[in-house]
Each structure stands twice: as structure tokens, then as C-alpha cells.
């Protein structure tokens, strides 16, 4: 079987993939046990053990193996492993651990042999993984693959999404025309109501949509049809699409319309909707739960920079050596998914089914408007955060005017990004309810350096949650304001970088309850212009002339030192901030 089947049923938290040079399709036949002195008992389609051997001591054995033929092999984990690189800025940097760097070499001799790498959790017993993995193998070979059945689950939470955007009541049905999944809502006109009720288009109507040649429209492409109403019939208006897997028809998208008519945007929507469901039940049909598990974290290990690109060759329809970037989403600070703050409750907090279903809703949302942007775009959660990889920059973007050159055609798809991140934080709190930020990350040439433009985009947003007020923003529109805000979120963790001096004028401040530092502040921001800053303050002037002088008696400071002046307007900043 595949060794993707083959993680897939042995799932997580056994197993992690370190490298997969060949992809995850390599076949697996066999599961062996290898130690030191039995090099020699690996062969082709074998998964290897490696026991009694980690790190740098392991590395001649996956040479060996990889000669052999073997498909992939097991290693146990160094426990002291870094999760994954340090992050950029001014946080200090975990120091280099001796784990990271053997799993690093072992990580790069498996690339170089072509082999699937695996690290073992090191609480795994070597027996108790060897006979999971032989009783998958075994009960493959005893049984043929099953079909996994249609989509469910989550497909009612898109529905819920997709009725959100397009203002109407969606069903989703297979190729059959069976209901998958149905938005919740009133204002049902009679064919609603009776596919929900039957779990199926009744057929006197599906005649009549075949009669219109609706179906054959819908099976052509990805057009979307429109469906004019029939009160006659009890058909009100409806806007339908096709779900495809290539040229293989998986089903349809309906949306009627109630008693308001559908969004102005509801065919882009849509058909950004119909491509996501495709996923989705294409997953539905050859993965459990635990594979989508698998990919997510196959996509998540690229962006923190652990797993090679090539190992998702097989995963993903991305262009590895082809500029690519990242946008992350996080909720603004203070946000709960779908309550505005003031009903925000102590009870509600606690409800993790309830965040858990709001935060697919932000996922669904956030996966409809990039597919219909893209179709290779790729989403996942990680933490608190949603990333979205947005490969193949150097393509026209949808839309966009013909340009000339690859970097024209990059500035291009740039600027539809932005246009699109823009969209999706506005469409998040217009349908749920929820302030979101959305952090674009600068383009990369190619895959291998994606977790570079994924650590820009978690600067910005880190920022944001700090000290910027943007909604959306690229390092280019906030780059000094985000140096600034590493540079004071490191004052603020190293308290032995602060002139004591300044924290004396914060401590009369406050004993006082005089506004010395607003005063010496705003001077400072207005490069000394007493005016100016006089006037921002509502003060006379020679009111703000009287309080820089005290500022300077009370701190000991010297104002007209140029490097006092340029690290005490730093800490105000952050006396401002605390």
C-alpha cells in the first residue's frame, strides 16, 4: 500500500514525516525491524525500523537502506529536537541543541538517498508500532479499497458559510442529486423543502431541470446557472454550480433565494464555494479523518520550515521552484469567533464546541474567498492562527490586466492578494461577526522559502496585537512601525535595557499626577516644535516649554545629547504603551 495509507491508518501522535524526497505514494510492502548489525535485512518496499541507533549513528543506515530499495525509514525522534526554527526578530534565540542537529543530518543524508524519513515519538515502543503497521498491511492486502461514502460533517458547516455570503439557503448535493449537507433558514419554496425532507431531489422536479438543460450545464463546467423563479411550480429563484474533480462531476451547489435578494457577489461566492467542496469530498472519498489531519500538518511542517517541499509533490498541485506567499488571519485581540465583545461571557468562553465551530466557520470563509481567487490556494490552522499559501505567483492573476515581464506579473499578483486578504477580512465581519487582521508576507521564489514569508506575515500580525490598528497590512506598508514594535516588545521583556531615568519621570507622573511624559512625548514626536505639539495637546506653548524643562529636572535628563534624546522618545513610547 502507499505509505501515505499506510501513516494515514497508523496516524498521529505515533509518527512524524522529516522527508519524503519521493513523495508519500511510495509503495510499502513489508514492515522489518533493523539494528545496528543487521543492516543487511532491508529490501525493497520495506518500512525499516531503525532501533538501537539515533542521530549521526543512524545516518549509514539510511544510506544502506535506501540502497536496498527500502521505502521509507524509522527513526526515534531526539526528545530535545526544536520544534522548528527560531523566529525571526528580536526574540532571543533558543540555543543550538544537539538533537535538532542530528535529525537535521539525518533529515539531509535521507533527502540525498531518496528515501522517506520518520520520526518515531520516542515514547513508541518499537514492537507496538511494527505490529500496527504489519496489521494495516495485512488487512489491505485481505480487503480492497472501500469507498469511504460522500461527504458530511463538515460540509453542513460550509453550507452554513456559503448561505452567510450569498445571502441565501444552499444545499449541497452529490452527483445523484442526494442532500449532503443544507444551510439552516426559512423562506423554503417547495423543492427545498422536499429534497430536505426526502434526503433527495424529488423527481417530478429534477425532470424539469433536465428539460431546461440545467444539468448539462451544470456538468460542462463551472458555470454558474441561473434558475429563474416559478410560482407556478413553487420554484423560487435559484443560482446552482458544479462541483468537479477535474472533468468528473461530483455534484451541486444550490442557493435560493429567500425573501431578500441574494448578495451582489454571490456567483463569485459560489463558485469559490464549489471548488473547496470538491476537496472536500474528494477527501471524503479517500481519506479518513486522520488524513486530513495528515495534510494539514504536511502544509503546516512547510511553513515552520520542517518537511521539504518535495514531500508534498504529491499532496498539493503547486509549482515548487515558482515564487509563492503567505497571508495569516488571527482574530483582532479581545474577539471571540462570532460574538461581538460586549456579548462575550465568562460562560461562553468556556463553550469549546461552540469556539471549535466558529472557528471552522472562520476557516470555511476564509478557504471559500481564496479558492475562488485561486484554486491551489492552501489553507490551514496552526495555533491560533490560519495561514493561507498562495503558490504559483508568476500566473495572471484573475482579472488583472495583461502585463509584461514576470516581475510585472508578480507585482500584479501581489496586489490582488492584498485586494483579496482586504475582501476576506471585511466578508469575516460582515457574515460572522468577528474583527479579524490579515497579514500579508512578501513573495519568495520558490516553497523551499515559504517559511520565510510566513515569519513576515506572523511579525505583522504580531505587531498588530501589540500596537498597530491595521486590519490589513504588508511589511512594506508597516515596516518601521513594526521594527519599533520588536524593538519596544523587547525593552518590555529585558527590563535591564531601560534607562532608569525614564522610569523615575513615569513614577512622579503618577505620584504627581502631572503629565510630564504626554508632554515630553509629544514635544519629542514634533522634532522639538513647541507649537505644533502645544496645539496637539490643547496647551499654551509656554505651558509645554514649562514641562520639558521639568521633565528634564525631575529625570536628569539632557535633551540636547542627541543619543539621551533618541533612546528616552524609545521608552516614552513605552511608558505610553504601559
Not at 518601521?480 to 534607562?499: K, M
Not at 503629565?515 to 490643547?538: I, P, W
Request: hydrophobic share 45%.
Amino acid at each position: 500500500m502507499p505509505l501515505r495509507q499506510l501513516l494515514l491508518a497508523v496516524g498521529d501522535p505515533l509518527v512524524d514525516v522529516l522527508a519524503a524526497p519521493a513523495g508519500l505514494d511510495v509503495r510499502v510492502d513489508n514492515v522489518v525491524i533493523v539494528d545496528p548489525e543487521d543492516e543487511a535485512e532491508a529490501s525493497v518496499g520495506d518500512l525499516v525500523l531503525l532501533i538501537g541507533a539515533r542521530g549521526s549513528a543512524a545516518r549509514h543506515l539510511v544510506r544502506a537502506a535506501a540502497r536496498r530499495g527500502a521505502a521509507a525509514v524509522a527513526v526515534k525522534a531526539a526528545s530535545d529536537e526544536p520544534a522548528y526554527p527560531p523566529p525571526q526578530g528580536w526574540q532571543s534565540a533558543p540555543a543550538v541543541r544537539r538533537g535538532g542537529d542530528e535529525v537535521a543530518l539525518l533529515r539531509t543524508e535521507a533527502s540525498e538517498a531518496g528515501v522517506a524519513l520518520l520520526a518515531v515519538r520516542p515514547e513508541v515502543r518499537w514492537d507496538q508500532l511494527q505490529s500496527l503497521c504489519r496489521s494495516v498491511l495485512d488487512d489491505a492486502r485481505l480487503t480492497s479499497a472501500a469507498d469511504l461514502g460522500e461527504s458530511g460533517g463538515d460540509l453542513y458547516s460550509l453550507a452554513q458559510t456559503i448561505a452567510a455570503l450569498t445571502g441565501g439557503l444552499v444545499t449541497i448535493e452529490d452527483s445523484a442529486s442526494r442532500v449532503l449537507a443544507y444551510s439552516t433558514g426559512e423562506e423554503v419554496d417547495e423543492l427545498r423543502r422536499l429534497s430536505v425532507l426526502g434526503r433527495q431531489g424529488p423527481e417530478q422536479y429534477l425532470a424539469l431541470l433536465r428539460e431546461w438543460g440545467v444539468f448539462s450545464r451544470l456538468r460542462a463546467g463551472e458555470e454558474v446557472v441561473h434558475i429563474d423563479e416559478h410560482p407556478e411550480l413553487g420554484i423560487r429563484r435559484r443560482l446552482a454550480v458544479g462541483i468537479h474533480a477535474g472533468s468528473q462531476p461530483l455534484g451541486t451547489i444550490w442557493v435560493q433565494e429567500g425573501a431578500r435578494p441574494l448578495a451582489a457577489n454571490a456567483e463569485e461566492a459560489l463558485l469559490g464555494a464549489a471548488r473547496m467542496t470538491a476537496l472536500q469530498m474528494v477527501r471524503h472519498r479517500t481519506e479518513t479523518t486522520v488524513g486530513l489531519r495528515l495534510r494539514d500538518d504536511l502544509l503546516a511542517s512547510l511553513l515552520e520550515g520542517r518537511i521539504e517541499a518535495a514531500a508534498l509533490a504529491d499532496t498539493i498541485e503547486v509549482t515548487a521552484d515558482r515564487p509563492a506567499l503567505v497571508v495569516a488571519f488571527a482574530l483582532s485581540p479581545g474577539t471571540a469567533p462570532g460574538r461581538s465583545g460586549s456579548q462575550q461571557t465568562r460562560t461562553e468562553e468556556r463553550d469549546r464546541s461552540g469556539r471549535e465551530l466558529n472557528r471552522r466557520r472562520l476557516v470555511d470563509l476564509i478557504s471559500v474567498h481564496t479558492a475562488a481567487y485561486r484554486r491551489t490556494s492552501l489553507v490551514t490552522a496552526v495555533g491560533g492562527r490560519i495561514y493561507v499559501l498562495m503558490p504559483d505567483l508568476t500566473r495572471q492573476a484573475p482579472g488583472a490586466a495583461e502585463t509584461s515581464g514576470e516581475g510585472a506579473a508578480r507585482r500584479s499578483a501581489e496586489s490582488s492578494v492584498l485586494a483579496l486578504t482586504r475582501k476576506t477580512v471585511e466578508a469575516a465581519r460582515a457574515t460572522l461577526g468577528v474583527a479579524v487582521q490579515g497579514a500579508v508576507g512578501s513573495p519568495v521564489d520558490s516553497l523551499a522559502a515559504i517559511p520565510d514569508s510566513r515569519a513576515e506575515a506572523d511579525r505583522i500580525l504580531d505587531a498588530m496585537g501589540r500596537d498597530l490598528a491595521n486590519d490589513v497590512a504588508t511589511m512594506s506598508d508597516v515596516r518601521t512601525r513594526v521594527l519599533i514594535s520588536e524593538t519596544l516588545a523587547y525593552l518590555r521583556g529585558t527590563p535591564a535595557l531601560r534607562d532608569p531615568r525614564v522610569s523615575a519621570l513615569a513614577e512622579h507622573d503618577a505620584a504627581q499626577g502631572s503629565d510630564l511624559v504626554v508632554s515630553l512625548l509629544a514635544y519629542l514626536e514634533d522634532f522639538g516644535e513647541v507649537r505644533t505639539a502645544a496645539n496637539r495637546l490643547h496647551i499654551h506653548p509656554n505651558t509645554l516649554r514649562y514641562r520639558v524643562r521639568r521633565a528634564e529636572q525631575v529625570s536628569g535628563i539632557d535633551l540636547a545629547d542627541p543619543t539621551q534624546r533618541l533612546f528616552t522618545h524609545l521608552q516614552l513610547l513605552l511608558e505610553r504603551g504601559t
